[in-house]
């Protein structure tokens, strides 16, 4: 782009007419970008990130990790990715790279004049669906940490975000079942709840599933809100459509809905209208919900059904969408 020995844009010197072409053709080519954090290895032990910025929510062992693409190792839950500094992985080369700006914020970057032409030409572009976009598929909660913290001018240029992840009742606040009275005979001693056992197929994801630092479940909540926010705001924008598919790994179908901090009170809390439909999995001890939110700011409609969850399907199928990548 740029000759270091008379600084001269090659670029620059095209004509217009060319110039505005390959403009074009940036903008209409679609660009996904994978978003997340990782743990930082070496020979198997957990080490700090001391080469990072803070991000809060984040703990220091953990590194974010983003990858130009679409690559569903970065959101598996059965395997997580890890950063393994002693080991020839791929994951490290994205480990510490500059800001992931797709092709038309890394035009802009170039010089000022570039600047100026580019976004007089993007002000004036007639919108429409073959217009290209960017699509973020981020992990919950790391990935929408990172993002808010490092990456928060992606959400202007993003017309899709897709966010998957668990979310792990806290302990503390979870409902107690209330024990059965007999409407009879109420002298009789209460009869307690009957309790169902989970599968063994269950209690083994439930392993690979630990719950989030402190750290991480205070700050998680803010930065969904705050995300959600900025691209379902009431004035409109580039947004066309956000996804989210989180598993609640346990708990009762209530906890779902009665607690603050779950991520889909938060999306349903911060989403000014728009069109919102949800599927709700319910289990015994697992529940799962995809929820889609298009931006409407002059309506509000909520559609959900509802669907049985059975034990041998697997939290993997479910966070991550069989139809993923989508087309922007």
Same mark, same amino acid.
């Given at each position: 782009?740029l000759?270091?020995?008379n600084?001269?844009?090659?670029?620059?010197?095209?004509?217009? %007419?060319?110039?505005?072409?390959?403009?074009?053709y940036c903008?209409a080519d679609a660009?996904?970008?994978?978003?997340?954090a990782?743990p930082?290895?070496?020979?198997?032990?957990?080490?700090?990130?001391t080469?990072r910025?803070?991000i809060?929510?984040?703990p220091?062992?953990?590194s974010?990790?983003?990858?130009?693409? &679409?690559d569903?190792k970065l959101?598996?839950?059965?395997?997580?990715p890890s950063?393994?500094?002693d080991?020839?992985? %791929?994951l490290?080369e994205t480990?510490?790279?500059?800001?992931?700006y797709?092709?038309p914020?890394?035009?802009m970057?170039s010089?000022g004049?570039?600047?100026a032409e580019?976004?007089?030409y993007m002000r004036n572009?007639?919108?429409?669906k073959?217009?290209?976009?960017?699509?973020?598929y981020l992990?919950?909660p790391?990935?929408v940490l990172?993002?808010?913290?490092?990456?928060?001018?992606?959400?202007?240029q993003?017309?899709?975000?897709?966010?998957s992840?668990? &979310?792990?009742? #806290?302990k503390a606040?979870?409902?107690q079942?209330?024990?059965?009275?007999?409407a009879?005979?109420?002298?009789? #001693?209460?009869r307690p709840?009957?309790?169902?056992?989970?599968?063994?197929f269950i209690?083994?994801?439930?392993?690979?599933?630990?719950p989030?630092?402190l750290?991480t479940?205070?700050?998680a909540?803010?930065?969904?809100?705050?995300l959600v926010?900025t691209i379902l705001s009431?004035?409109p924008?580039?947004?066309?459509?956000l996804e989210?598919?989180?598993v609640?790994p346990?708990?009762?179908?209530?906890?779902?809905?009665?607690?603050?901090?779950? #991520?889909?009170?938060q999306?349903?809390r911060?989403t000014?209208g728009g069109?919102?439909?949800?599927?709700v999995?319910?289990?015994?001890?697992?529940n799962c919900?995809?929820?889609?939110?298009?931006?409407n700011?002059?309506?509000?409609?909520?559609s959900?059904?509802?669907?049985?969850?059975m034990?041998s399907e697997?939290w993997?199928?479910y966070?991550i969408?069989?139809?993923? #990548?989508?087309?922007v």
């Amino acid at each position: 782009m740029l000759d270091q020995s008379n600084q001269h844009s090659f670029l620059l010197g095209l004509p217009t %007419e060319i110039r505005l072409q390959i403009y074009d053709y940036c903008l209409a080519d679609a660009n996904v970008l994978t978003i997340t954090a990782a743990p930082l290895t070496v020979f198997g032990h957990n080490i700090k990130d001391t080469a990072r910025a803070e991000i809060p929510g984040v703990p220091r062992d953990y590194s974010p990790l983003f990858r130009y693409g &679409y690559d569903s190792k970065l959101l598996s839950l059965s395997d997580p990715p890890s950063i393994s500094l002693d080991v020839d992985n %791929e994951l490290n080369e994205t480990c510490h790279q500059s800001s992931p700006y797709y092709a038309p914020q890394a035009l802009m970057q170039s010089c000022g004049m570039i600047y100026a032409e580019l976004s007089d030409y993007m002000r004036n572009r007639r919108p429409g669906k073959d217009n290209g976009g960017l699509a973020l598929y981020l992990t919950y909660p790391y990935g929408v940490l990172v993002l808010k913290e490092l990456y928060p001018f992606l959400l202007s240029q993003a017309k899709a975000v897709y966010i998957s992840g668990y &979310y792990n009742i #806290p302990k503390a606040s979870s409902p107690q079942p209330t024990p059965f009275i007999n409407a009879i005979n109420p002298s009789l #001693p209460p009869r307690p709840m009957r309790l169902r056992m989970s599968s063994p197929f269950i209690r083994q994801y439930m392993k690979s599933l630990p719950p989030f630092p402190l750290c991480t479940a205070a700050a998680a909540p803010r930065a969904l809100a705050r995300l959600v926010r900025t691209i379902l705001s009431p004035k409109p924008g580039r947004m066309q459509k956000l996804e989210s598919r989180i598993v609640f790994p346990e708990g009762s179908y209530a906890d779902v809905w009665c607690h603050d901090d779950a #991520p889909i009170n938060q999306i349903l809390r911060n989403t000014c209208g728009g069109s919102i439909s949800m599927h709700v999995s319910r289990g015994d001890t697992v529940n799962c919900v995809h929820l889609v939110a298009k931006p409407n700011p002059g309506s509000r409609t909520v559609s959900t059904n509802w669907s049985r969850w059975m034990g041998s399907e697997k939290w993997e199928d479910y966070v991550i969408g069989p139809e993923w #990548p989508e087309k922007v």
